[in-house]
């Protein structure tokens, strides 16, 4: 390992100990960069790797709020703006109970490379709570978003710092957030939130944006082995928004889309799972996976089980981080799988990683396959800002062509830095140029 890389990895456990997660994903970048480093010297003469892994700023508040039986409650919520060197901070937030200050870093730090990769003026951000959605009403939804939005609201802004949803955040609780934004400053400051509903300047396809986006990654890679999704087996873990729209891309694509998952269990329907059907019962009903088989009782539910043990020939991590260890890469290539497409944020273990690439599955990473949200998140603004909205056509056809780009680049820097092919190294390397010759270009700020 070059010495700079080994000392800014010690620079980074000392100043973040105990946490794994942020450690991990910096682990997983830096060890891309050797030969960038060694060709490029004014990234160790001006330490560009520790500047970058040190949050811009790191924001911890608390959350009170009532529940509907009048209990008083609270939570923590977070906002970590990580690097502004290409614009201003861009990332979702996430309400789930497992988050932590750790895992908000790590994910406003792959924020950063993502949105890098899209070409577009946009910096790296995360943010989120230890709040759980899940068994919440409405009501409660709604007074715990607003309470966070009291706190939240000043530091962001549509050109300091603009969020969006990921897990446990979506259209129904952006609402929320933008609701009580809007009554704090007096401002329809549309461009300050994105993954609004279109009815208040959300744009079209933001929704289906990144399972969408994921599946136009693969079709490329695909097509660069003279394949495309007809008849291919796929499996795809998760049930929400990512994994949904996902399902339906490949299905309409021609894909056989057999077995998806939430948190309980997986999902295995050998006629192809039923997309309406999901759709129904995961975005408008909100109820647990297990109840399509109410459904179709030809599919089968396995409880506590993971999706990878359905054999296929395309698997889809979309649920959450390190969801795919050594062992079920094992089982994923043992039957047959060749092409893993990460649409969560870090799905695949380090250990799973390398599994695969001993078995040369290609593995597209999620700072590359995943980013048509953020994309598509980064073209609402430019709506807002014209007081435009354009037609879901437009939209998809500009999120097309982004993942197509992001394909090439990928490609682009693999080979250039010696790593023909490897999607992964490609992924961190063009992420990573385009910000340091930022950092470098502002001066050290
Ligand atoms: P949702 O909340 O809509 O859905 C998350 C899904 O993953 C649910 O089905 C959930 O099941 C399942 N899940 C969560 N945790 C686990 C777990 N520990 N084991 C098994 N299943 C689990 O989130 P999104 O679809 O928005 O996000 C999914 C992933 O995609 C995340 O990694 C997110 O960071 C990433 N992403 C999302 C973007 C977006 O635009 N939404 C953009 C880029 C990345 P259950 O309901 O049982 O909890």
Known sequence: MHPYIR??????????????????????????????????????????????????????????????????????????????????????LRFHPSVTGSVIKFLGFEQIFKNSLTGLQIGGGKGGSDFDPKGKTDGE?????????????????????VPAGDIGVGGREIGFLFGQYKRL?????????????????????????????????????????????????????GSGNVALYAIQKLQSLGAQVVGC?????????????????????????????????????????????????????????????????REDAQLLIKNGCTLICEGANMPCTPEAIKAFEEASVILAPAKAANAGGVAVSNLEVQQNANWQQWKPKQVDEQLQTIMKQIHKN????????????????????????????????LGHV
């Not at 050998?270 to 647990?288: N, Q, S, T, V, W």
Request: hydrophobic fraction near 35%; aromatic fraction near 10%; charge should be negative.
């Open 141 to 161: 939804i709604m007074r715990f978003c607003h309470s966070f939005m009291t706190e939240l609201a000043r530091h962001i802004g549509e050109k300091t710092d």
């Open 185 to 237: 400053t007096n401002r329809y400051e549309l461009g300050v939130i994105t993954g609004k509903p279109p009815a208040m300047g959300g744009s079209y396809v933001r929704k289906e944006a990144t399972g969408y986006g994921a599946v136009y990654f693969a079709r490329e890679i695909l097509s660069t082995q003279g394949q495309d999704f007809e008849g291919q087996r796929v499996v795809v873990s």
């Open 261 to 325: 998952s939430d948190s309980g269990g997986s999902l295995f329907d050998p006629a192809g799972l039923d997309f309406e059907a999901l759709k129904l019962l995961k975005e408008i009903e909100r109820k647990r996976l297990v109840e399509y088989l109410k459904i179709h009782d030809r599919a089968e539910y396995r409880a506590s089980e993971k999706v990878w043990s359905i054999p296929c020939d395309i698997a889809f991590p979309c649920a959450t981080q390190n969801e795919l260890a």
């Open 7 to 92: 000392r800014t990895l010690e620079a980074v456990h000392k100043r973040n100990p105990g946490e794994t997660i942020f450690q991990q994903a910096v682990q997983e970048v830096l060890e891309s960069l050797e030969q960038v480093i060694q060709e490029h010297p004014e990234i160790e003469e001006q330490n560009i790797l520790e500047r970058l892994c040190e949050p811009e700023r790191q924001i911890a508040f608390r959350v009170p709020w009532q529940t509907d039986t009048g209990a008083y409650a609270v939570n923590r919520g977070y906002r970590i703006e990580f690097s502004s060197a290409l614009g201003p901070y861009k990332g979702g």
């Open 410 to 441: 990928c490609l682009f820097y693999a080979e250039r830095y010696g790593q023909a092919g490897n999607l992964i190294h490609g992924a961190n390397i063009g992420g990573f140029i385009r910000v340091a010759e930022a950092m470098r270009d």
